[in-house]
């Protein structure tokens, strides 16, 4: 087991830029450029399965609240179009079909509290694709206006793709300097006390406004 003075040490010194506060890491520090962590295939899979696109944090992923056009309903509001953040990527499967595709989602975001210390909220999902055809396809979640007004931009992002538990690819694009390549799952990140776990907020696009735009770029979300 490795003790919290290593782990603040180790932290610290790979470029994190986190500040100690009664012994504890209390922030990360953002970088002026974006580092990507660059996609990864796994083994002989390479062929099996391609990310040809993967999104960069930043205010590019914010995207108004769609408007549809009703004869039924309210009169619309004068209320300020919502924002919400939209993660797409674009992957080539090379098999004639894939029973299923899983998609696991990790984005972290930043803030300041009330009391000016940085806090960065972690939201994680799974996705899971049936009958994917060969060719290229279109995978997207999304977070929603309040989580986004409440808990800052996102400063990283990153997926894992497998077939029955088995790795196809995986990909991390991060802001902050010194963060590990394999953030989503690295303890060391996961247990530090500024980096804040938040459930239920990331989703599927299936379960948005915008699950009807573009409908046959995406696959059947089980």
């Not at 782990?7 to 010194?13: E, I, K, P, Q, S």
């Not at 009703?70 to 797409?88: A, I, Y």
């Not at 299923?100 to 984005?107: G, I, K, Q």
């Not at 996961?190 to 989703?203: A, H, K, Q, W």
Request: glycine residues 8%.
């Amino acid at each position: 087991m490795i003790k919290k003075t290593t782990r603040v040490g180790w932290l610290c010194n790979r470029g994190l830029g986190l500040m100690l506060a009664a012994g504890l890491c209390s922030g990360l520090a953002l970088a002026q450029t974006v580092r990507p962590a660059g996609a990864v295939a796994v083994g002989r899979e390479r062929e099996t399965l391609r990310i040809r696109r993967f999104p960069k944090p930043g205010r590019a992923l914010i995207v108004r609240s769609p408007e549809y056009n009703t004869s039924v309903g309210r009169s619309s509001s004068n209320r300020k179009p919502r924002e919400w953040l939209l993660f797409e990527m674009i992957y080539e499967t090379s098999p004639e079909w894939m029973d299923t595709l899983d998609f696991a989602y990790s984005v972290m975001t930043e803030r300041r509290t009330t009391d000016g210390k940085k806090e960065f909220g972690l939201f994680q999902v799974t996705v899971r694709y049936l009958d994917v055809a060969r060719g290229e396809h279109t995978s997207c979640v999304v977070l929603p206006p309040n989580a986004v007004a409440r808990y800052g931009e996102p400063v990283a992002i990153a997926v894992e793709i497998t077939q029955d538990g088995k790795p196809l690819a995986s990909q991390g694009e991060t802001a902050i300097t010194g963060l590990p390549e394999d953030w989503w799952k690295n303890a060391r990140v996961l247990d530090n006390p500024s980096v804040i776990r938040r459930e239920g907020y990331l989703t599927d696009r299936s379960k948005t406004p915008f699950a009807l735009i573009n409908l046959d770029d995406y696959e059947v979300v089980k």
